[in-house]
């Protein structure tokens, strides 16, 4: 079976309606042997803030030290969203494999009048891949209600309902109270309580039918209490979270062991708005009630919670993508989210408010209308989905309002590109009303158009069969896709305009086999530069967002016209913005791979940098850590003893000072002694670090890594190597330029080594130019690493290996090779661009 026969059987299951019960959903996990028995699941139910809160219970566990599985709905732009594992979505080899495995079972039960539906089929693929993947605890939100959900098919350890408002009535019932008892089906045997910040009659509901409940609030009643104190950066807010603790309450409340001493938590979210206080609290209870599970002497520190809080990201929930103009996604769906993000909007200073809006059919949208701030124009839109209602019946809504400035459009990529034309540098843009609206919009804006080098039909072959074209498809295509190629993603409505211009123009279009409208499809476009030309020039007059496609075509294929970049002809002022730049590796360690201690005495260090800078260095990377596989960590304190007197010593050297740390406090210590580069190998994961760099406006190296240190043989399943590093260094930028670090200050490291087989390294190696789609310089790092230990078994004989490796990266385009031996890399690199450029031999 081919994956895109799989998710179209899966994505057909949309067809079957919803049946009160779990018996379906049971027998699938029957059929497939009752996976999960070892695991530890968290239930996480309510009106809203489900998956924020999952979110960050799984975040919080994760940085606890367990391994997590995390399964949400919907999803923003591909199914392997919804599945994900230490952070990781589930791959399409995965989602295949199961089709294949269920499909007959699934037909047969079609057959027998008893289908299942899409939600209950893709929870049983959540639980299903959790159990292949061993993890110790996974999150499940529910889908609709609780006691009915295919979720409820789990025993869970722990679980809440987060709040309760009239949502779904034809399923779940007219009232709150009715509601709020089939939400309180999904509280865990045995003594553990149900957690919930649900109030009033919501709260008296899930007492009477679930009994021990631990609830958290805000004014100071509740069995947890929780405060926000407001935004304090444009993407963090601060709470706090207190509860007595195991040990210190006399009131018979059953808090979690692991918070026997109580709790009085001051911490960071990347997360806005009030209501994210009490998501923050409900998710610090349920990781406690967890871990209780597991633990027989359970404990979570305050450090441990701050940092999986504070790393928590949750794309589209409040996310503001940039700040002139201010611009905002929430994919809120009720009036009560639409509330919360109108209180949070009103936190930010800004002029005039534009909205982009688009619903379902299903949702009140008068009432979520009239929750809005007043716009100042609004354009309304259809995402696209069967569900989403016509722009015009939301159009009036508005209207109703008394909003004078109303267009009815259509595609949501569409609605942003016109409303963009509207905002000024000092307004807001708004995009709301549905997590597909957003979904969309954050494709439209995130979506990497990324360049392929296509010199024989063989990887023609194997680039077409990355995006699961058929195999019809490759065959009539391979030999013609031997051109310039660009893949990239888009919605099936695009997808057809494309398949159809661009052969007309002379060029090749091959999509995924995937045929669900509404879902993202994979393409390839091959032709030459005039036809890709011509291709952009007639896109620009289409709709469905097809003109920022073509804008970001012309980019990416460097078509622009004369003039639009003034950045070539300045001076180069960085080390690599002429040619590939040669970083010299100082490691000030103990410990490093091949040369820990040799350099670990301060002297020796700084004639070593003296040495370095001779032999042609024109970067130094400073390090005090060792990130080799099983290295022990060190501390803050005696990390900063070791590198900032040797960056004190070097800093007045020719030469550009990089501080390779992972700590935002050693990497301030060393900026403030004379580095001029920060060089994190966790890809600016701690936001504290983002924090830093945007504050001291230094560039930075942001590395793609599983772990650091490296743990010892774990493996990571990719689906492609490249491609699946790709997303996420660009949901990292996504990141830093949210925190006000921005893209032209990047460096991105695709961490050879770090998670990645010899093989998978190699292959990283060789298609370095598609990194060019993130639009930042391009770091490589192979310097005598066990990548090559197939050539030369042992670092002290990898020189030769290493050199070769590095005029390959430097003849498919890295700005900087991170190099132990610089003198015979300088050269390789030299030689490189004396081929490239012959008339500069000399210069």
């Known amino acids: 079976m081919e994956y895109h026969e799989a998710v179209d059987f899966l994505f057909d299951l949309r067809r079957f309606q919803v049946r009160p019960g779990i018996e379906s959903a049971a027998a699938l996990r029957g059929e497939l042997d009752d996976p999960g028995s070892d695991i530890r699941f968290v239930q996480v139910a309510g009106s809203n803030g489900k998956g924020s ?30 599945i994900q594992v230490d952070g990781r979505p589930i791959t399409d080899r995965a989602i295949t494999e199961f089709v294949e495995r269920v499909k007959p079972w699934l037909i047969d039960r079609a057959a027998d009048g008893e289908p299942l539906t899409f939600f209950e089929v893709v929870t049983l693929l959540g639980i299903w891949y959790f159990d292949r993947q061993d993890v110790d605890i996974a999150v499940l939100e529910v889908g609709l209600g609780g006691e009915f959900d295919a979720t409820s098919v789990v025993d869970p350890v722990a679980s809440c309902v987060t709040t309760v408002s009239l949502e779904h009535t034809s399923v779940l019932g007219d009232t709150i109270e009715e509601i709020a008892t089939t939400k309180a089906k ?53 709470i706090s979270v207190t509860m007595p603790g195991a040990d210190a309450n006399d009131s018979g409340v059953n808090y979690p062991a692991a918070f026997a001493d109580g709790l009085d938590l001051s911490a960071r979210l990347a997360l806005l708005g009030e209501h994210q206080a009490l998501n923050a609290g409900i998710a610090t209870t349920l990781a406690g009630q967890a871990i209780e599970s597991i633990e027989s002497e359970p404990t979570l520190d305050t450090d441990t919670l701050r940092r999986g809080l504070r790393n928590s990201h949750w794309p589209g929930r409040f996310e503001v993508l940039d700040t002139a103009p201010l611009t905002v996604f929430d994919g809120a769906h009720n009036a009560d989210a639409i509330a919360r993000v109108a209180e949070t909007l009103s936190t930010f200073e800004y002029d005039d408010l534009h909205v982009v809006f688009g619903a379902m059919h299903d949702k009140p949208h008068a009432e979520m209308v009239a929750a809005l701030p007043t716009p100042t124009s609004v354009i309304t839109c259809r995402p696209n989905l069967d569900r989403a209602e016509d722009p015009a019946v939301l159009a009036r809504c508005f209207e109703n309002e008394g909003i004078e400035s109303v267009t009815a459009g259509e595609a949501v990529a569409d609605a942003i590109s016109k409303a963009e034309t509207r905002v000024g540098p000092n307004d807001c843009l708004l995009v709301t009303g549905s997590l597909f609206a957003v979904g969309e919009a954050r494709s439209a804006v995130t979506r990497l158009d990324i360049p392929k080098r296509v010199d024989d039909t063989e990887t023609a072959t194997e680039v077409l069969d990355g995006i699961h074209a058929t195999a019809a498809d490759i065959e009539a295509t391979r030999e013609d896709t031997v051109h310039r190629t660009i893949a990239t993603r888009v919605d099936d409505r695009q997808a057809a305009v494309l398949r159809e211009r661009f052969p007309a123009l002379g ?317 015979a890399n300088r050269d390789a690199v030299d030689v490189v661009a004396a081929v490239n450029d012959p008339d500069s031999i000399g210069e």
């Not at 367990?66 to 591909?78: A, I, Q």
């Not at 709260?203 to 926000?228: F, I, P, Q």
């Not at 850590?625 to 304190?637: D, K, M």
Request: negative net charge; contains cysteine; aromatic residues 4%.
């Open 53 to 82: 809160t999952a979110k960050l219970a799984e975040s919080v566990l994760r940085e606890a030290g367990y391994s997590v599985g995390l399964y949400t709905s919907p999803h923003l732009e591909t199914l392997n969203e919804r």
């Open 507 to 823: 060029g090749d279009c091959v999509s995924s086999g995937v045929t669900t409208p509404g879902e993202r499809h994979e393409i390839v476009l091959s032709g030459t530069l005039a036809e890709f030309r011509a291709l952009t020039t007639e896109l620009a007059e289409c709709g469905v967002g097809l003109p920022a496609i073509a804008a970001d075509l012309r980019e990416q294929l460097g078509l622009s016209e004369v003039g639009d970049a003034n950045s070539e002809s300045a001076e180069p002022s960085r080390p690599w913005d002429d040619g590939t730049a040669v970083m010299g590796i100082l490691n000030v360690t103990p410990d490093s791979f091949y040369d820990g201690g040799d350099f670990f005495d301060r002297e020796a260090a700084i004639e070593q940098a003296e040495s370095l800078v001779e032999s042609g260095a024109d970067i130094i990377d400073i390090g005090g850590e060792s990130t080799r596989p099983g290295a022990e960590p060190v501390s803050v304190e005696a990390e900063i003893d070791r590198v900032v007197p040797v960056i004190d010593a070097v800093a007045e050297l020719d030469v550009a000072i990089s501080i390779d740390t992972r700590k935002a406090e050693v990497a301030e210590a060393a900026l403030d002694a004379g580095a001029d580069i920060v060089n994190d190998v966790t890809g600016l994961d701690d936001s504290a670090m983002r924090e830093l760099v945007a504050d001291r406006e230094v560039p930075v190296i942001l590395m793609h890594s599983i772990d650091a240190p490296v743990v010892p043989g774990k493996e990571i399943d990719y689906d492609d190597v490249v491609e699946d590093i790709l997303g996420v260094l660009n949901e990292r930028l996504i990141l830093a330029e949210k925190a006000g670090i921005p893209r032209e200050r990047i460096i991105v490291d695709p961490g050879l080594g770090f998670g990645k087989t010899s093989a998978e390294s190699f292959e990283l190696l060789d298609r370095l130019g598609e990194f060019d789609a993130l639009g930042c310089p391009v770091l490589v790092g192979h310097s005598r690493k066990s990548m090559f230990s197939e050539i030369d078994s042992q670092p002290d004989d990898r020189l030769e290996a290493t050199v070769a490796a590095t005029a390959l990266a430097a003849e498919r385009g890295a700005d900087i090779v991170r190099v132990h031996d610089v003198a």
């Open 186 to 238: 999904v509280a865990p045997d045995g003594e553990t309580p149900l957690v919930t910040g649900a109030t009033g009659d919501a709260l008296a509901a899930l007492r009477a039918d679930a009994g021990d409940v631990l609830t958290v609030g805000t004014d100071g009643t509740t069995d947890v209490t929780v405060g926000y104190d407001g935004r304090v950066t444009t993407t963090e807010s601060q």
